[in-house]
T-cell receptor, first 111, second 114 residues
Framework: AQRVTQPEKLLSVFKGAPVELKCNYS??????LFWYVQYSRQRLQLLLR??SRESIKGFTADLNKGETSFHLKKPFAQEEDSAMYYC?????????????FGQGTTLQVKP | AAGVIQSPRHLIKEKRETATLKCYPI?????VYWYQQGPGQDPQFLIS???????DKGSIPDRFSAQQFSDYHSELNMSSLELGDSALYFC?????????????FGPGTRLTVL
């Protein structure tokens, strides 16, 4: 079965603390994984995709096929990182694949 | 830069009524996706279109239908509305012919069924 699991509904940290938002997936094919972020009153927007192997706003995520994980990390959280984060798995055809989302994790960065 | 446009942004309907949600993709995008997000839930894929043809279908009820028009905009038609249809409906668009396509999301239409 195709599934994405984000075990934490809420993650609350202090500014400057490290952050790790967990994501595990279940997929029989070759996974294509994304992190989407939704800031307050804004639309969902792409933060990271595993295939790019880039760092955006200080966030990184490494695909670990052995552990079927794609955790999102940032060494020093900032208040402006407070948002809802969704891990998503792309399935279907390579050009028009649908996204399967995890349940989302709300990151709250306290001053 | 132009983004995905959805209309209306809010819609209130009674049970058993019909609703039509519209999505205008980013210019030159040829692929449209519809997702439904119930209260406290993750977005669930409903249906997608590529070059005006249905490309994939998810957990879309038979009461719902959708299509993509020649200008690539899409409409989601919902009939015999039920209380459980109350949700945020997202539309996303991408350039389907490009394998590294990113899905760009609209702001969503919040449907409330009373």
């Amino acid at each position: 079965a195709q599934r994405v699991t984000q075990p934490e509904k809420l993650l609350s940290v202090f500014k400057g603390a490290p952050v790790e938002l967990k994501c595990n997936y279940s997929y029989s094919g070759s996974p294509e994984l994304f992190w989407y972020v939704q800031y307050s009153r804004q639309r969902l927007q792409l933060l990271l995709r595993h295939i790019s192997r880039e760092s955006i706003k200080g966030f990184t995520a490494d695909l670990n096929k052995g552990e079927t994980s794609f955790h999102l990390k940032k060494p020093f959280a900032q208040e402006e990182d407070s948002a809802m984060y969704y891990c998503a798995l792309k399935t279907g055809s390579s050009n028009t694949g649908k996204l399967i989302f995890g349940q989302g994790t709300t990151l709250q960065v306290k001053p | 830069a132009a983004g995905v446009i959805q209309s209306p942004r809010h819609l209130i309907k009674e049970k058993r009524e019909t609703a039509t949600l519209k999505c205008y993709p980013i210019p030159r995008h040829d692929t449209v996706y519809w997702y439904q997000q119930g209260p406290g839930q993750d977005p669930q894929f409903l249906i997608s279109f590529y070059e005006k043809m249905q490309s994939d279908k998810g957990s879309i009820p038979d009461r719902f239908s959708a299509q993509q028009f020649s200008d690539y905009h899409s409409e989601l038609n919902m009939s015999s509305l039920e209380l459980g249809d109350s949700a945020l409906y997202f539309c996303a668009s991408s350039l389907g012919g490009w394998s590294l396509d990113e899905q760009f999301f609209g702001p969503g239409t919040r449907l409330t069924v009373l």
